[in-house]
């Protein structure tokens, strides 16, 4: 069954350093696509990256950056030089499949606190 | 709408009754998730409908919980005799198949928050 574990229950940082939240993940299917969502205060989950098994590529967007690794299953989210508006709950998740429709198993989330 | 709205936003029911919580997915939007946040915790996944076909169910915890969607609209998750471990965060979700760039990328409401005193 797949599973996905976030390690890191809540983070802590001063405004302008960096943070990487881990996430590794566990499935025996060879397709699959992995997800990071933010909650903010408010609750919505705001959509953030997908990432699909085959694209091992990282991604930068912003002071937003991902490290894909298939070989350690993990899918880790780096912000550079964090704001106070960083501050959330951030959800890792996979969805089984080549289609990515399948419902996703989240992580139990890291909470993130940036202080000004 | 713009997004995928849920109400009501809260919900305070009593121990035994019955609720029900409903989701409008973004207009179009073929496939629609619900889920439940426990406080503190991960989205646990709940039941899942994808146009005509028939729902998947597997995540429903109880035979209390139950839901129907009709076409491509509006759902409604329904609790009987709820009890106080059903105090959580409800969210729904709903994708679309079809957009070549959000191709299947689930997007959130704010949720329904129940509460059973």
């Known amino acids: 069954a797949q599973k996905v574990t976030q390690a890191q229950t809540e983070i802590s940082v001063v405004e302008k350093e960096d943070v990487t939240l881990d996430c590794v993940y566990e499935t025996r299917d060879t397709t699959y696509y992995l997800f990071w969502y933010k909650q903010p205060p408010s609750g919505e989950l705001v959509f953030l990256i997908r990432?699909?098994?085959?694209?091992?590529q990282n991604e930068i967007s912003g002071r937003y950056s991902w490290n894909f690794q298939k070989s350690t299953s993990s899918f880790n989210f780096t912000i550079t030089a964090s704001q106070v508006v960083d501050s959330a709950v951030y959800f890792c998740a996979l969805s089984e499949g080549d289609t990515g429709r399948r419902a996703l198993t989240f992580g139990s989330g890291t909470r993130l606190q940036v202080q000004p | 709408g713009a997004g995928v709205s849920q109400s009501p936003s809260n919900k305070v029911t009593e121990k035994g009754k019955d609720v029900e919580l409903r989701c409008d997915p973004i207009s179009g939007h073929t496939a629609l998730y619900w889920y439940r946040q426990r406080l503190g915790q991960g989205l646990e996944f709940l039941i899942y409908f994808q146009g005509n076909s028939a729902p998947d169910k597997s995540g429903l915890p109880s035979d209390r919980f139950s839901a129907e969607r009709t076409g491509e609209s509006v759902s409604t998750l329904t609790i009987q005799r709820t009890q106080q471990e059903d105090s959580a965060v409800y969210l729904c979700a709903s994708s679309s198949h079809l957009l070549a760039v959000a191709k299947n990328i689930q997007y959130f409401g704010a949720g329904t928050r129940l509460s059973v005193l």
């Open positions: 990432r699909n098994s085959f694209d091992e």
